[in-house]
C-alpha cells in the first residue's frame, strides 16, 4: 500500500474543494475531516464533506467559489439525503439552535461519517505526519496525480454500496448521534447497543392490555394528592399557555422582514392569546417500587449484563406506563456479586435515563440510596423480588440466571424476560387498589 506524497495530498484537496464549490474549509470542517480520514474514511473527499456539512448544520462549511460539479457526487448526496432517518438528523441540528456547541457537531458528525459506507480507496492512503504537514503549510498540488479520476470512482463505489445494501438510521443510532457527550468510551457505545438490542428484543412480549381498578378510599386517603389536569375541550382564551394552546391567528402578527415585530411584542408583554382548556382535579397515587436483584457470577458476560439493564429499563417503563397517572418512582436494588464491569453500565445507563428524562423517578443502589422520602408513610410502598415484609407490598421477582437460560436462544431468553414483566404488572394491577 503506497501512501500519497504531501505534494498528491494537496492535488487531492485542492481538486475536491474546487469540484465541490470551495476554495477553503474552516477550522472545524477541516478538524473534524481530517480526524475521520485519519479514523479509517482514508478516502473521503474533503469538498464531499463540506457539502453534507452544510446540509445538515445549516452553516457554512468555508469560503466558496464557483462549483465545477461531478455527476457522481451529486448522485450521492441525493441518494444520502433519501437515507431514512436523515431528516431527523437535520433536526438534531435545528433543536440546537444557530450555534450548537463545537462538540456537539463533532461529535454528530463523526458518528455520520463512521456509519457510511465506502469512501476506502488502495490509491487514496495518506501518513497522519503528511496530512497534517499539508493542512498546516499546503506544497504546490502535484499536477500528475489523477485526483478527478479518483474522486470519480470513490463516489461511485460509495454509491454502488449504498444502492447494494440499504442504509437506514434506526431510532438507536439517531439516539447514539444526537447524544455524542454520552459514549465517553468506546465501551459505552458497545454496552449501550447491547442493552438496546435487548431492548428491541424484550419489548414486544412485555406487552398488553391492563386494566386499573379504581381505588379504594383508604388508599386515596393515605398515598393520593390532588392534580389539576386539563380536561375536556377548550373552555376560553387566556393570555397564559403553551405554545401548542397559542390561538393560529396570534402568528400574523409576525413579520421576518422586522428585527422586533408585533408577535415579539405581545409576547414580551403577555398579550398572545392562548386557547384554555377545561380542568378537573384527579387524585394521583403515589407509589415507590423498590426491584430487589441478586447479582451473581452470571453477569460477567457483558451480553448478560447488557439483558439486565434492558429488562431493567422496560420494566420501570412498563409499570410507569401502566400507573401513567401516578407518581411512580422505582429504586432498582442490586446486591450479591458485582460484575466487573457493573459500576460503569451503571453510570452508563444513569446518563442514559438523564437524557429520557426520567433520571428523577428511576434510582440505582450502585450509584447511591433513593431519596430521603422513597417509600414514605405517604406511599403506597412495593417490593419486587426479594423477602416478603410487612410494611410493603411483595410481587415475587427475579431475574433467571441459571445455566439452562444462559444456554437459551437469545429470542427465548428475551421472551422470558418480557413475560416476566407481564407477571409483574398483572400482581401489581391487581392488588394496587387496596
Known amino acids: 500500500m503506497a501512501l500519497l506524497k504531501p505534494a498528491q495530498i494537496q492535488a487531492w484537496w485542492q481538486t475536491s474543494l474546487a469540484v465541490s464549490g470551495f476554495r477553503l474549509l474552516d477550522d472545524l470542517p477541516r478538524r ?68 450548537p456547541p463545537e462538540a456537539f457537531v463533532a461529535g454528530v458528525l463523526a458518528q455520520v461519517l463512521d456509519r457510511l459506507p465506502g469512501f476506502h480507496h488502495p490509491q487514496v492512503q495518506m501518513a497522519a505526519r503528511d496530512l497534517d504537514a499539508v493542512l498546516d503549510q499546503p506544497p504546490p498540488p502535484d499536477p500528475a496525480f489523477p485526483a478527478h479520476r479518483l474522486l470519480a470512482q470513490v463516489c461511485q463505489d460509495a ?6 445494501t440499504p442504509f437506514a438510521l434506526t431510532p438507536t443510532d439517531l439516539f447514539e448521534i444526537g447524544h455524542p457527550h454520552l ?42 394528592e390532588p392534580q389539576i389536569l386539563p380536561l375536556g375541550g377548550y373552555d376560553s382564551l387566556a393570555t397564559k399557555g403553551d405554545i401548542s394552546s397559542l390561538v393560529p391567528s396570534e402568528l400574523g402578527y409576525i413579520d421576518e422582514e422586522m428585527e422586533v415585530d408585533l408577535f415579539d411584542y405581545k409576547f414580551s408583554e403577555n398579550q398572545l392569546l ?46 410507569m406506563e401502566t400507573f401513567v397517572k401516578d407518581a411512580v418512582r422505582l429504586f432498582f436494588r442490586f446486591s450479591g456479586f458485582q460484575p ?50 410487612t410494611q410493603r407490598k411483595h410481587v415475587p421477582l427475579a431475574f433467571p ?24 404488572l398483572k400482581r401489581m394491577i391487581g392488588d394496587a387498589d387496596r
Request: hydrophobic share 45%; net charge negative; charged share 25%.
Open 159 to 164: 454509491l454502488a454500496r449504498l444502492q447494494a
Open 340 to 389: 466487573t464491569a457493573f459500576k460503569e453500565a451503571g453510570a452508563f445507563f444513569r446518563f442514559f435515563l438523564e437524557e429520557k428524562g426520567i433520571f428523577r423517578r428511576i434510582f440505582l443502589s450502585s450509584l447511591g440510596e433513593p431519596p430521603a422520602d422513597f417509600q414514605s408513610i405517604h406511599t403506597q410502598g412495593w417490593l419486587l423480588g426479594g423477602e416478603p415484609d
Open 32 to 99: 473534524v475531516w481530517r480526524d475521520a480520514v485519519l479514523h479509517g474514511k482514508n478516502a473521503l473527499p474533503p469538498g464531499l464533506f463540506a457539502l453534507l456539512w452544510e446540509r445538515l448544520t445549516r452553516r457554512n462549511a468555508g469560503t466558496r467559489t464557483e462549483r465545477t460539479g461531478l455527476p457522481a457526487e451529486d448522485e450521492l448526496l441525493a441518494a444520502l439525503g433519501h437515507t431514512p432517518g436523515f431528516e431527523h438528523l437535520e433536526g438534531l441540528f435545528i433543536l440546537h439552535g444557530a450555534q
Open 401 to 424: 440466571q441459571s445455566e439452562e437460560f444462559a444456554a437459551a436462544d437469545p429470542g427465548e431468553q428475551e421472551r422470558q424476560l418480557g413475560a416476566s414483566v407481564v407477571t409483574v
Open 274 to 319: 392562548y386557547f384554555k382548556r377545561e380542568e378537573g382535579a384527579v387524585f394521583r397515587i403515589r407509589r415507590d417500587v423498590t426491584v430487589a436483584l441478586e447479582l451473581t457470577p452470571f453477569f460477567e458476560h457483558e451480553r448478560h449484563l447488557g439483558l439486565l439493564f434492558a429488562w431493567c429499563f422496560i420494566l420501570a417503563e412498563r409499570i
Open 183 to 224: 459514549f465517553r468510551l468506546p465501551a459505552d457505545r458497545t454496552f449501550y447497543r447491547r442493552m438496546m438490542a435487548a431492548v428491541a428484543g424484550i419489548a414486544p412480549w412485555a406487552t398488553g392490555t391492563f386494566t386499573l381498578k379504581e381505588e379504594s378510599s383508604t388508599v386515596v386517603a393515605h398515598f393520593g
